[in-house]
């Protein structure tokens, strides 16, 4: 998390905005994910409304083309989260019946539910938005999220490389991008190193996280301990 932080900070002019997550969510997140492991989880997040960001630490990450009211819930870290839907990149964004308020489903389209954020997982994909996932996020009062994870065996859901977007690898032993004549590698896909093993028994080599606005605009996320300070903060440069 220290890690993924300092990148947040040395790229804070990239983003517009930015989105305070707690650590502990985050592990409760990854966990998930990695029951889930082949499928795909849908997650539904709040804000807690008693715990803005930090001002020093909102001004640390300020880009220069920071702009305010841009989503729902910014300048509040997110609470809680909780798992709304599991299956296939085609079935997971829809959420089931139970999660539903029917009275405004109509208008709230396919994520008629009432979280602020959503977070989805891509088993064995870069955590870059697809299609579905614009699509899906155009319902979104907040932001988006993804954490994509590499395992491995790869069994029916191989990891594909050339694939256009910006990726933020979390840990610092993430892999730097391989080569292009290397991306189907089988003896680079062999030396990856492994981060640890799934309850389902595949090998993690790599996570991802990125958030984005359904105008496109990636968002930076800080990872937070419970004092809302990101990890690594007295690390980062003054």
């Known amino acids: 998390m220290e890690t993924y932080n300092s990148d947040s900070f040395a790229t804070r002019e990239s983003y517009t905005a930015q989105i305070h997550l707690p650590g502990k969510v985050f592990e409760q997140l990854v966990w998930w994910a990695l029951q889930a492991l082949p499928d795909e989880i849908l997650v539904g997040m709040d804000i807690d409304a008693n715990t803005p960001h930090r001002p020093e630490v909102e001004e640390k990450f300020m880009g220069s083309e920071h702009t305010s009211g841009l989503f729902q819930g910014q300048g509040f870290t997110i609470g809680e989260a909780h798992i709304v839907n599991r299956g296939d990149s085609y079935s997971v964004h829809h959420l089931p019946e139970d999660w539903t308020d029917d009275m405004f489903s109509t208008s709230r389209g396919s994520r008629a539910g009432r979280f602020t954020h959503w977070l989805h997982t891509h088993p064995n994909a870069p955590a870059i938005p697809s299609h579905a996932d614009a699509d899906a996020a155009q319902e979104t009062p ?21 694939v256009d977007g910006v990726r933020r ?3 610092v032993e993430a892999q730097p991008e391989p080569a292009k004549s290397r991306k189907r590698s089988f003896f680079f896909r062999q030396n990856l190193k492994v981060l640890g093993v799934a ?16 105008n496109g605009l990636g968002i930076n996320v800080i990872l937070v301990d419970d004092d809302g300070l990101p990890y690594g903060w007295n690390a980062l440069p003054s």
């Open 142 to 162: 907040g932001v988006d999220m993804i954490l994509g994870l590499r395992f491995s065996p790869e069994g029916p859901l191989p990891w594909f490389d050339d």
């Open 199 to 214: 309850p389902s028994g595949h090998k993690i080599h790599e996570i991802q996280l990125i958030a984005f606005r359904k």
């Open 169 to 171: 690898r979390v840990g």
